[in-house]
Antibody, heavy 123, light 106 residues
Framework: QVTLKESGPGILQPSHTLSLTCSFS??????????VSWIRQPSGKGLEWLAS???????YNNPSLKSRLTVSKDTSNNQAFLKVTSVDTADTATYYC???????????????WGQGVMVTVSS | DIQMTQSPSLLSASVGDRVTINCKAS??????LNWYQQKLGEAPKLLIY???NLQTGIPSRFSGSGSGTDYTLTISSLQPEDFGTYFC????????FGAGTKLELK
């Protein structure tokens, strides 16, 4: 079955770069139609899509954060990565990675989620 | 950007009630609308994709409908495990979530 798990620094200082890893099993990011997305949620608030990476290497970033985000993957090790540059307190949130698949013309977004990793930006 | 407006933001209901949650898009999203359920301290769970397709393993008491800019999630008979927060999500143009509807026990 599909499982995902996020890992990250827990706490980091303003202006630094946040690096997150999503380790997954049950699918391969080299298989047609597979994708991994990053979504975040400040405590007690709503969800915000950040970025997605697909089996073919295509990446898509939220336009409101575009220049600060880099998403990548390591297919051999079943991992996806997100970097967020120049963080500030507004980036404090739980960060999730989620599986997306595109099969037979239908895209099913975020059908499996990781447990989330909490990230605090504080000096 | 497409904005998603959910209503109500808070819904109090009893076990056995029929419940509806609404989501309105700022422009036509061509039925590219998903619904997620989130319980406290947990990741969201996909309930319905593309307006009215029930995700595998989700009980049939959940259903979705809508078109154009207006969409609805219906729970036909509320069960104790259904309390939590519900989010709509559009994927017609980029990706946007609604602000959420908290469903609580009356």
């Amino acid at each position: 079955q599909v499982t995902l798990k996020e890992s990250g620094p827990g706490i980091l200082q303003p202006s630094h770069t946040l690096s997150l890893t999503c380790s997954f099993s049950g699918f391969s990011l080299s298989t047609y139609g597979m994708g991994v997305s990053w979504i975040r949620q400040p405590s007690g608030k709503g969800l915000e899509w950040l970025a997605s990476i697909w089996w073919n290497g295509n990446t898509y970033n939220n336009p409101s954060l575009k220049s600060r985000l880099t998403v990548s993957k390591d297919t051999s090790n079943n991992q996806a990565f997100l970097k967020v540059t120049s963080v500030d307190t507004a980036d404090t949130a739980t960060y999730y990675c989620a599986h997306t698949r595109h099969t037979m013309g239908i895209t099913t977004h975020f059908d499996y989620w990781g447990q989330g990793v909490m990230v605090t930006v504080s000096s | 950007d497409i904005q998603m407006t959910q209503s109500p933001s808070l819904l109090s209901a009893s076990v056995g009630d029929r419940v509806t949650i609404n989501c309105k898009a700022s422009q036509n999203i061509n039925k590219y609308l998903n619904w997620y359920q989130q319980k406290l301290g947990e990741a969201p769970k996909l309930l319905i994709y593309n307006t009215n397709n029930l995700q595998t393993g989700i009980p049939s008491r959940f259903s979705g409908s809508g078109s154009g800019t207006d969409y609805t999630l219906t729970i036909s008979s509320l069960q104790p495990e259904d309390f939590g927060t519900y989010f709509c999500f559009q994927h017609n143009s980029w990706y946007t979530f609604g602000a959420g509807t908290k469903l609580e026990l009356k």
